[in-house]
């Protein structure tokens, strides 16, 4: 099949969570079971500033430009293309300096703007590489606007009437919500959704209710997401999608995530041989100003710092832990940016906790990859979690996550066999379940020795799941 990828996040290139990883490695997946997979993305300012200067990705220029009509004229974008790294897999990059050459990724007030023109533009990028694929894959609500103009303006152009199309909900909190000017913009005719209030569109339903297929990243999330409480007010509209809405777990690239070969830790190790993973500890203690501590236990969290990530119940429980309400000394590390409450948080807290505690509040990939090698415990105890990368990748380097049992979270992690898990969203409940881990690791390391094999030989690894996808591309039909 040929596999058309539309996301605002790829990685390695422009990465603020999940997205990312899911749009940087489901694709080689794709390509390992013989599909012919293309990803088109936003060329951001470090993208287009690096390519004209050292060009680290090894990027191209298409020749000429493109022409993206649009309700305020036709306006042009160049096109950068190179390939996902590890694998010939192309990636096109919709080069656009006045909407893309900014600071972040997000978090302007054009954006709906931004990403309909990306979204416009892809096709008009299909046209100059005249590539027909067999499905458009669109990710997240950035990508949304490509599917509603496929259901509606696309139409009438018989190039794209036969093109079906698949939407992958990564998190449904995210809406993308544009005043209805934005369907002139976008040169198309529809009518109003319920879920949308008069005058407003709502990028997130316009992808639920035009595309051919709609799937999120879990099982369990795919259930949780059709009830009030996990729906975002967008509920019903996904019961009304019945058969049509799937939930396939991610999978991590376990070529980049393995600790017997990630380049940037102290010392490699693996299931069978952990010395180098008490090495990566003491590097990881070095680094936060931490005494070197071997049997003490180095707790962490890789998070955005979001309301998502149920930073409102743990604030409490990282206090209990460093007053020893366990019984025995612990330490803790967190590395995150986001919300300034919780920036405030642990920034507090580390203030309070000078000797024990450390907080990075930023966002640093490689320090990421050193805290999951050097961390002997993991917490996640997201309010919601579509699928979460984070507990797979540090099950794979043998931190042992302590996570709410929801979403994602309740798909990976077994309680007592790979991590420990809890229920209800409350102080006491996650405290209750990093306790119990705790306790395992004072006093039975056989025991957290297992845990910790289970998790590191678990499969995480895409295969399953890319099949699934090809199963579903296949009973899309346009
Ligand atoms: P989400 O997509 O909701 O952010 P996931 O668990 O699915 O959550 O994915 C998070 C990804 O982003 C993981 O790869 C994690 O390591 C990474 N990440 C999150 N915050 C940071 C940070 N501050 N620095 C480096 N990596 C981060």
Redesign the pocket.
């Known amino acids: 099949m040929k596999i058309l990828f539309l996301s605002a996040e790829v990685a390695p290139f422009a990465?603020?969570?999940?997205?990312a990883?899911v749009c940087g490695s489901l694709p080689k997946a794709l390509h390992a079971l013989g599909h012919e997979v293309r990803v088109v993305m936003p060329a951001y300012r470090p993208i287009e500033h690096g390519y004209h200067t050292d060009n680290p990705f090894g990027l191209a220029a298409l020749p000429g430009e493109l022409r993206v009509p649009t309700g305020a004229g036709t306006f042009p974008a160049g096109v950068l293309h190179g390939r996902l790294p590890g694998s010939p897999v192309p990636v096109y990059f919709i080069a656009e300096w006045n909407l893309f050459g900014r600071e972040k990724i997000y978090g302007y007030e054009d954006d709906p703007y931004r990403f309909a023109f990306f979204s416009r533009a892809v096709f008009e990028l299909l046209a100059a590489l005249d590539w027909h694929p067999d499905v458009l894959h669109a990710h997240d609500w950035h990508a949304a606007p490509a599917i509603t103009w496929l259901a509606t303006a696309g139409q009438s152009d018989p190039r794209w009437r036969n093109l079906p199309s698949l939407y992958t909900i990564?998190?449904l909190a995210y809406q993308g919500q544009a005043r209805w000017e934005i369907f002139d913009y976008l040169q198309l005719l529809t009518h109003s959704l319920a879920e949308e209030p008069y005058g407003w569109v709502n990028f997130m339903a316009r992808g639920i209710y035009h595309a051919n297929q709609v799937n999120t990243v879990s099982p369990t999330y795919a259930r949780e997401i059709t009830t009030p409480e996990f729906g975002e007010g967008l509920d019903r509209l996904l019961r009304a999608r019945g058969p049509d809405l799937h939930g396939i777990l991610n999978g991590i690239d376990t070529g980049f995530w393995n600790p017997a070969s990630d380049p940037v830790l102290a010392q490699h190790y693996h299931a069978d041989d952990l010395a180098g993973k008490a090495a990566c500890k003491r590097d990881l203690q070095a680094r936060a100003g931490l005494p070197q501590r071997e049997n003490v236990p180095l707790v962490a969290m890789?998070?955005?710092l979001t309301g998502?990530k149920g930073l409102d119940i743990t604030g409490h429980v990282i206090h209990k832990l460093l007053n020893n309400h366990a019984g025995d000394e612990a330490q803790f590390v967190v590395?995150?940016?986001g919300d300034a409450e919780y920036e405030a948080m642990f920034g507090h807290l580390a203030g309070y906790h000078r000797r024990k505690m450390t907080a990075w509040l930023?966002?640093?990939?490689q320090?990421?990859q050193r805290i999951y090698a050097g961390a002997d415990i993991f917490l996640m105890p997201s309010r919601f979690e579509p699928?979460?990368?984070?507990q797979m990748?540090a099950m794979r380097y043998g931190a042992v996550p302590v996570v709410r049992a929801t979403g994602g979270l309740a798909d990976t992690v077994q309680h007592e066999h790979t991590g420990f898990t809890f229920t209800e969203y409350s102080t006491a409940a996650f405290w209750r379940a990093l306790d119990q881990a705790l306790q395992v690791y004072y006093h039975d390391k056989t025991r957290w020795r297992e845990i910790q094999r289970n998790g590191m030989t678990a499969d995480f690894s895409w295969e399953k799941s890319a099949r699934a996808y090809v199963r579903v591309y296949a009973g899309c039909k346009a």
Request: glycine share 20%; aromatic share 4%; proline share 0%.
């Open positions: 990465k603020t969570g999940g997205l990883d990564h998190n890789v998070t955005r998502q590395l995150g940016t930023k966002y640093d990939a320090l990421a699928c979460g990368l984070g990748i």
